[in-house]
């Protein structure tokens, strides 16, 4: 299957900063999307992004599928964007399964 | 349209017990996968059904974990004879082809 590297590993802002997460995949993939699990432990979907870009609000993503890799970009920080990211790709052998990367830790201080 | 639905949110088992999760995909998918989700990692790939069909089991540990969907009714994964390292996080995703959409987890913790 497939092998997710997220960087980095955490993260620590000031609110109001700008914040690129960086993701890259080991094989094409066929689906790519990015999530935020807040401190309660939910997952929430950002973004289906297997190319191109999207924006939504604050948060805006790109895919780079020849390249193999995926960016989330958070604009403006707020203290409620504090939580673990996650990318997770479907490629290769993997069939429909996500195999997700370790996450990037963000917190964000007041 | 509701969310994918987990319940129960919290389950406590002793050692040797048996637990069971329960997944209702949203509306009109018919894809669900189960993940599970260790402390302080990220989610690792169970098991991916569809109607009364195991499509992919090879993220499913050999013994005493199994999964159904069966043609009515919800998703359920079944542990049984529960060990404390099966404590963890179970997330339930449904998808009506590509993207999935995950439910609120359950929280299992074997004492």
């Known amino acids: 299957g497939i092998q997710v590297e997220q960087s980095p590993p955490d993260l620590i802002l000031q609110e109001g900063a700008n914040s690129t997460l960086r993701c890259n995949f080991s094989?094409?993939?066929?689906?790519l999307q990015w999530f935020h699990q807040n401190p309660w432990g939910q997952l929430i979907n950002l973004f289906y992004?297997?190319?191109g870009t999207k924006q939504n609000g604050r948060l805006s993503a790109t895919t780079v599928a020849t390249e193999r890799y995926s960016l989330l970009y958070i604009s403006s920080s707020q203290t409620t964007d504090s939580g673990v990211y996650f990318c997770?790709?479907?490629?290769?052998?993997?069939?429909?399964?996500?195999?997700f990367g370790e996450g990037t830790q963000l917190t964000v201080n007041p | 349209n509701a969310g994918v639905m987990q319940n129960p949110r919290h389950l406590v088992r002793r050692r040797g017990q048996e637990a069971r999760l329960r997944c209702s995909p949203m509306?009109?998918?018919?894809?669900v996968y189960w993940y599970r989700q260790l402390p302080e990692e990220g989610l690792k790939f169970m098991v991916y059904?569809?109607?009364?069909?195991?499509?992919?089991e090879s993220g499913m540990p050999k013994e005493r974990f199994s999964a159904e969907f069966p043609k009515e009714g919800p998703s359920i994964l079944r542990i049984q004879q529960v060990v404390r390292g099966d404590s963890a996080a179970y997330f339930c995703?449904?998808?009506?082809?590509?993207?999935?959409?995950f439910g609120p987890g359950t929280r299992l913790t074997v004492l």
């Open positions: 995703a449904s998808s009506p082809h590509n993207e999935q959409f």
């Open positions: 509306k009109g998918h018919s894809h």
């Open positions: 059904l569809q109607k009364e069909n195991i499509i992919d």
């Open positions: 992004i297997p190319s």
């Open positions: 997770a790709g479907e490629g290769g052998t993997s069939g429909s399964r996500l195999t």
């Open positions: 094989d094409s993939v066929n689906n």
